[in-house]
């Protein structure tokens, strides 16, 4: 069995097509890890039944043991396998919602190893709409356990070269590059297991949607409130250098303050000039999530004293997602 670090190898990008998909479900087979691309975040994905596969998923990201898995399934009936009891609620939820950003939380079959779940009696499933993901899940035949590819604490990857980034050299990672996340951000999670259900972690599927599909209310966290998914603690997704949410009004006084040069992630012009560098965001929701984690990741590269982000909007579901993963990458 191949060992996850050796010296001869390092993280490889490939186009997924007929021949890398089967090097990647073979590999999944052999119980070890791919990286793969979703809508939401690429996933670092191994095979959910096979608890030394799961164990080398923990491994290479440097993911606390007490932090479950998210189980990335083709459909609902595969979904069912995974369950002890596959609810009125779930059926609905996935006849509407999925494919699509939508986790949801259920009690765990028996034939999930613990591994899957770290030890929880509850499983967290949903069915990814990327095709290479699809395409991957449909050829392997198995529902396939995957937390975003990225070291653990850092940014969420949104690209393939993000991945890479992330594992080093000697690192043995087929990495399959399914292009530019289109959601960006993490799925919406969703505990099943309450009446009412709760959501755990916003995304871009919102309560309104789920509410709707279920006729029934979702209880949301206060802002703030610490919430019951192990991995949702603040200081996660957060990029090395110190980011600092600002009114576009406090920039430039904040900037003069500083005496090293600052990377600033605007919604349109600015005047802003060397030494400190200028990212400039898509204005619309939908495009600034969709490009948030690549800002990040590059202004962190920059390796600049601070990074300034200008407060995006708080108008729409989508808006206030992107706030919830911003207030954790700057928190501390
Ligand atoms: O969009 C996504 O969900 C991406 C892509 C790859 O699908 N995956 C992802 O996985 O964000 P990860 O591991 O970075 O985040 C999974 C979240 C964590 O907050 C974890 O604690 C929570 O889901 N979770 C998983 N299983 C759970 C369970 N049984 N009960 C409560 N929370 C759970
Ligand atoms: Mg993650």
New binding site residues.
């Given amino acids: 069995m191949r060992s996850p670090l050796r010296h001869n190898v390092m993280p490889r990008i490939v186009v997924p097509d007929e021949e890398s998909i089967a090097e990647a479900v073979q590999r999944l087979a052999a119980g070890d890890v791919i990286a793969l691309p979703?809508e939401?975040?690429?996933?670092l994905g191994a095979d959910t039944l096979n608890p030394i596969a799961l164990r080398k998923v923990y491994e290479l990201k440097g993911r606390p043991s007490d932090?479950?898995?998210?189980a990335?399934v083709l459909d609902a009936a595969q979904a069912r396998s995974l369950v002890a009891d596959w609810s009125h609620r779930a059926e609905l939820l996935a006849e509407r919602l999925w494919p699509g950003?939508l986790?949801i939380?259920l009690p765990k079959a028996d034939i999930v190893p613990e591994e899957a779940?770290?030890g929880?009696p509850?499983?967290?499933i949903?069915s990814?709409s990327h095709p290479v993901a699809r395409a991957v899940l449909d050829a392997f035949g198995r529902p396939i356990s995957?937390?975003?590819?990225n070291r653990s604490g850092h940014v969420?990857p949104t690209r393939a070269k993000h991945v890479a980034e992330d594992f080093p050299d000697g690192t043995d990672l087929v990495i399959l590059d399914g292009g530019s996340s289109a959601c960006g951000i993490?799925?919406t999670?969703l505990?099943l297991t309450t009446t009412p259900p709760r959501l755990?972690?916003p995304?871009a599927v919102d309560a309104a949607q789920i509410a709707a599909v279920l006729g029934a209310d979702v209880l949301t966290p206060a802002v703030g409130q610490q919430s019951?998914?192990?991995?949702?603690s603040p200081q996660h997704y957060a990029p090395r250098t110190p980011l600092e949410v600002l009114e576009r009004t406090a920039i430039p006084a904040r900037l003069r303050a500083t005496s090293r040069p600052a990377v600033v992630i605007t919604l349109g012009d600015s005047d802003i000039k060397p030494p400190h560098h200028v990212i400039d965001m898509p204005s619309d929701a939908q495009g600034y999530a969709s490009a948030l984690y690549d800002a990040l990741r590059r202004a962190d590269a920059m390796r600049p004293s601070v990074i300034l982000l200008e407060r995006p909007p708080r108008t729409t579901s989508l808006w206030q997602a992107v706030h919830n993963r911003l207030a954790r990458a700057a928190h501390g």
């Fill in positions: 979703t939401t975040v690429y996933g932090n479950p898995l998210i990335h950003p986790t939380i779940t770290a929880l509850t499983i967290a949903r990814p995957a937390p975003s590819a969420s993490e799925s999670v505990d755990l972690r995304g019951a998914s192990p991995g949702t």
